[in-house]
């Protein structure tokens, strides 16, 4: 069995200051930004706003200087990331970047890589989608078929990306995918850097349930990426991909999605003589809340000092996506409010929303299954 | 965790490892006292955990003294180590002598109250508290009673009370503590200010969160220990997905009720005041749920006998959600606090825990 404890998460006295700041630039930037959009969460696309974070230099702020980072710590990196999403902040423009692309680039990107995409990523210029599942490989993601040869000049690539999310508003791509023989299914893949405008690329949305367009299927046909691009060694992919999954999974995103709903059912509560029983639902809601962002400020601590929380990152994830779908799940159960995606009442249109997404919280990012089979070998079960 | 307390920790981790066995257990259920373990517990000091240095304690922070109560919650010890902590620390807050050997709280319901009046013969203590951790065994009773804006402690020795033993599913004493007294000035003294009956509740809640926490880590381990072990169908059931898949879930209730005794402990040093006692207690007490249903799943029918020592475990577990405020009466203070603060006022609240 691995050591699963939290570690009592890093204390930072001083963080009052920035959080105030961040506090202030939301009151003011989204002080006409409807609570129907504010649900959108971390999905809410706005490459204004995410300029204007890159501006405050809240995007890349861990990063060295260098490469246009501020060098601040993961803790204070976290008190920015939980405002915007506490707030409904629409962060979905640079999220990806700065979540994931960025730090893996900073970790094995080339000195090219890093210097000439790593400045545009923190100034909120610069936007990334993430090249891991097709049509044939979704939870089994060693088993993508599409395929990058070598050619004189660079690589040749061929095959189907899927679900990719905001690909028809990203620069570019950190595509996974096999460079090596189809029975080594680990160290035969890489990863690259793709700018997707080069030729051959093909970005197609698809309609998600309630008919919003956000994530896409991705053909290549042909498409010639330069030697420059490979990330990291070749047939690194494998390993590679795991430690993004490790940033991927870890964050405030993964128990806040349904936040704004909260809020909202706070607002029905309160303005009236509330039951015993809503207010107890509330109070359980907001106390797994609580108990989940001090795990999470722990794996973000682990983080900061260079140790693997992958497994507890997992643990927050799936614990997370539990209470995400939950939220609307009481909402339901407790007001007589009916979901309407178009309402002009606010705790309807925003139910509404919550209804028709919960269901991906617990897809996205690794499924709940997959997660728990993570959590499983992690007690020593396979 | 300093050095100290390092040390107290290990030391006690290893006294209740070696001495708390399947046996005396067992011994407990039938009300057979453990007394060379309550003796090797004083020994240590262990009573005055909560009490500072100054005023005759071991001065342990109260994070380290609620370690001290999981690592006890995960060996089922069938003392009242909490409890005693408990009174001793109310009793020095008080100003009063400490209490020599095994002590307890009351009231320890949220809706328990004892009334105290002034008369002209000394002080007047009565009431009734119900469940009562011990109320049999305990030598000396610190019985917290308000007169007004002030908080008293009134410190009672077994012979004053009356006792309807009652238990919990354990078999641990709750029992209902009668007082119809008269007290002479040496036995009550007034608290601080600001403090309450209801700081004596949050601590409690906060300590039996820590204990709650202990438990749940040792039946996991116990319980994939077991699945490990058991061989069906050709192989060991944790191979198979669909117990795999179970003991994730009950990992996850676990890292969330050891977070939640974290922030309870944490919380201990603001009594009352803290709001993450009662989001704790709360959530763990949900977590305890959850885990003891898939630990008796997972084990099968060998873990639904007397013989086999799971149910040390879970019994406890499904007592202690209980007991020092219900997760219905945590849910709905956190939810008041939450509706209070608003709609624009509910992430500031959280932020700040
Ligand atoms: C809103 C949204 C956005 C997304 N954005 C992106 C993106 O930007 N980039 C990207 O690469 N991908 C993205 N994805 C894809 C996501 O990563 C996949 O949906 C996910 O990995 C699951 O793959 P799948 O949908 O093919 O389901 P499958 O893998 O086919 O799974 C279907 C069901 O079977 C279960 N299952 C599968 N294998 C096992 C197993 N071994 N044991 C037990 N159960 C199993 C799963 O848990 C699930 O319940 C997105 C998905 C959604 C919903």
């Known amino acids: 069995m691995q050591d699963f404890s939290f570690p009592a998460p890093p204390t930072a006295p001083d963080t009052a200051e920035l959080r105030a700041e961040v506090r202030d630039f939301l009151a003011t930037e989204l002080a006409d930004y409807p609570a129907a959009k504010r649900i959108r969460s971390w999905s809410g696309f706005d490459a204004d706003f995410s300029r204007k974070l890159g501006q405050r230099g809240w995007i890349g702020m861990t990063w060295p200087k260098e490469y246009g980072g501020h060098e601040r710590s993961a803790i204070e990196r976290y008190v920015v990331l939980e405002e915007l999403l506490a707030a409904g902040a629409p962060v979905a423009a640079h999220w990806i970047a700065d979540r994931q692309s960025g730090p893996l680039l900073l970790k094995v990107g080339t000195e090219e890589q890093k210097r000439s995409i790593l400045p545009r990523i923190a100034a909120g210029e610069y936007f990334f989608c993430i090249g891991m599942s097709e049509p044939d490989s979704g939870s089994d993601l060693a088993a993508v078929r599409t395929r990058a040869v070598p050619v004189e000049g660079g690589w040749q690539v061929n095959g189907t990306k899927l679900w990719t999310t905001y690909a028809h508003h990203a620069h570019a791509m950190i595509l996974y995918c096999r460079t090596g023989s189809a029975d080594d299914r680990h160290g035969g893949t890489s990863q690259f850097l793709v700018d997707l405008t080069l030729p051959g690329i093909t970005i197609r949305p698809i309609a998600d349930l309630s008919g919003a367009r956000h994530f896409n299927e991705v053909v290549f046909e042909d498409v010639i990426l330069p030697h420059s691009a490979l990330i990291g060694p070749e047939g690194n992919g494998w390993a590679q991909v795991m430690s993004e999954l490790a940033y991927e999974r870890s964050g405030p995103e993964r128990f806040l999605s349904t936040f704004v709903l909260l809020v909202e059912l706070v607002r029905a509560i309160s303005g009236q003589s509330s039951s015993d029983r809503e207010v107890e639902a509330l109070g359980r809601l907001g106390g797994h809340l609580v108990v989940l962002r001090r795990l999470s400020r722990s794996v973000a601590g682990m983080l900061q000092n260079g140790s693997n929380p992958a497994l507890q990152a997992a643990v927050v994830k799936d614990l997370g996506a539990i209470v995400e779908q939950e939220i609307p799940e009481i909402v339901q159960q407790l007001l007589a409010t009916e979901p309407d995606l178009r309402s002009s009442d606010s705790l309807s249109a925003v139910l509404g929303y919550a209804i028709l997404n919960a269901p991906a919280f617990s897809l996205r990012g690794g499924t709940r299954e997959i997660l728990r089979g993570i959590i499983a070998r992690g007690l020593g079960l396979r | ?353």
Not at chain 2, 89 to 108: D, I, K, M, Y
Not at chain 2, 147 to 161: A, D, H
Not at chain 2, 184 to 201: K, M, N, R, S, Y
Not at chain 2, 340 to 346: F, H, R, S
């Open chain 2, 1 to 353: 965790m300093n050095e100290t307390s390092q040390i107290v920790k290990d030391t006690a981790s290893r006294l209740f490892a070696d001495r708390i066995s399947p046996k005396l257990l067992l011994e407990a259920e039938a009300g057979i006292w453990p007394a060379e373990e309550w003796a090797l517990i004083e020994e240590m000091g262990l009573p005055f955990a909560m009490v500072g240095e100054d005023d005759g304690g071991v001065g342990l922070d109260d994070v380290d003294a609620a370690t001290l109560v999981r690592v006890a919650g995960a060996e089922a010890v069938p003392l009242p180590l909490a409890e005693t902590m408990l009174a001793n620390r109310f009793l020095a807050a008080a100003g009063l002598a400490l209490a020599s050997g095994p002590a307890t709280v009351a009231p320890v319901c949220p809706e328990d109250r004892f009334s105290l009046e002034r008369g002209s013969d000394g002080w007047r203590l009565s009431g009734t508290a119900h469940r009562i951790p011990w109320g049999r065994t305990a030598q000396t009773i610190v019985v917290l009673a308000e007169m007004g804006p002030q908080c008293f402690v009134v410190r009672l020795g077994n012979e004053q009370i009356r006792v309807e033993p009652a238990q919990n599913l354990a078999i641990e004493p709750r029992d209902s503590v009668i007082v119809e007294a008269v007290l002479p000035d040496e036995a009550v003294a007034p608290l601080p200010i600001g403090w309450g009956v209801d700081d004596l509740i949050a601590m409690g809640a906060a300590l039996r969160t820590a204990a709650i926490a202990g438990a749940i880590g040792r039946v996991l381990e116990m319980t994939v220990g077991y699945a490990n072990d058991r061989v069906q169908f050709g192989r060991a059931i944790g191979k198979f997905q669909a117990v795999q898949q179970s003991l994730a879930v009950m990992a996850g209730h676990a890292a969330a009720a050891s977070g939640a005794a974290d922030l309870a402990a944490e919380g201990l040093s603001q009594r009352a005041g803290s709001m993450a006692i009662g989001i704790g207690k709360a959530r763990a007490g949900e977590a305890a749920g959850v885990v003891s249903t898939i630990a008796h799943q997972v084990h099968g029918a060998i873990g639904f006998t007397h013989e086999h020592s799971l149910h040390f475990l879970t019994k406890r577990l499904w007592s202690w959600r209980s007991e020092f405020g219900n997760e219905s009466h945590w849910n709905r203070q956190f939810g008041e606090q939450m509706a209070k603060a608003g709609a624009d006022g509910v992430w500031p609240l959280i932020a700040a825990l």
